[in-house]
């Protein structure tokens, strides 16, 4: 985290987090853009997307073949870098198909999702979304502790 010894935050510690806030704003994009997806394939409003599968799968496996390759050449070796490289192009295929998905989505029926407010409720949940994953990952170490113990 970004403080400084009196609590504060000083230039440099406001320097440091400036890329965090994009990255936190990136992930939030992508959340909503994910959850937009979800309602409109949940409603049946998206057309076309058996068209754009291909291009989602070629994605998941440049996802892979790149984490496979990554992750290989560092500490890890064997089953790990295999279901690293697994999980990777899994989450890569969720985040681009829903994703565009509801990009599609927005842009071909713009009233049922920005008139609505369904939009609003969407970032509300994409911005708590990004913000728990913020925090799990400065707080891992007691996230398994828990999920070890129970809460």
Known sequence: MATSNS???GREQLGQLGPLVGVIALCTAALTAMFV?????ASGQVTALVSRLPLYVLT???????????????RYHGRTVLASASVAGLAGFVTVSLGTEGVVYAVTNPGGVVTSYLFVYLLSAAIIASGMGYWVACNR???RNLARTGL
């Not at 440049?62 to 496979?68: H, R, S």
């Open 7 to 9: 609590g504060t935050l």
């Open 37 to 41: 997806g979800v309602v409109g394939l």
């Open 60 to 74: 998941s496996a440049v996802v892979f073949v790149g984490t496979l390759v990554v992750v290989d050449h560092g």
């Open 141 to 143: 170490r007691e996230v």
